[in-house]
């Protein structure tokens, strides 16, 4: 099986920065796209940012210009760098990827337990 553990969530004044870091680990033969989602209280889980295997990347509106992810396809790592943040960002993130465990299977969505990230004001 594959799994997705997420790190680097925690508590931050608004302006600071954080670095959220996701390890993929188990069966793995591919991963395609990785992101990060986050659901902030009483609200649907949302897209944060996505980026493709060979390092195409798209931001929701709120991330760009503050958020920067990437991936270290060798550890089958995704990051977001957070910068300038605000009280809004507060929020559980979520890592995802889209993974093939062998050459014959399909690509299946997989989802990380999330990583707690709060903005105080």
């Known amino acids: 099986q594959v799994q997705l553990v997420e790190s680097g969530g925690g508590l931050v004044q608004a302006g600071g920065s954080l670095r959220l870091s996701c390890a993929a680990s188990?069966?793995?033969?591919?991963?395609?796209?990785m992101g990060w989602y986050r659901q902030a209280p009483g609200k649907q889980r949302e897209l944060v940012a996505t980026i493709t295997s060979g390092g195409a990347t798209k931001y929701a509106d709120s991330a760009k210009g503050r958020f920067t992810i990437s991936r270290d396809n060798d550890k089958n790592t995704v990051y977001l760098q957070m910068n300038s943040l605000k009280p809004e960002d507060t929020g559980v993130y979520y890592c995802?990827?889209?993974?093939?465990?062998?050459?014959?299977?399909?690509?299946?969505?997989?989802w990380g337990q999330g990583t707690l990230v709060t903005v105080s004001s």
């Open positions: 995802n990827a889209g993974v093939q465990s062998t050459w014959f299977e399909g690509y299946v969505e997989v």
């Open positions: 188990g069966n793995i033969f591919s991963i395609n796209d």
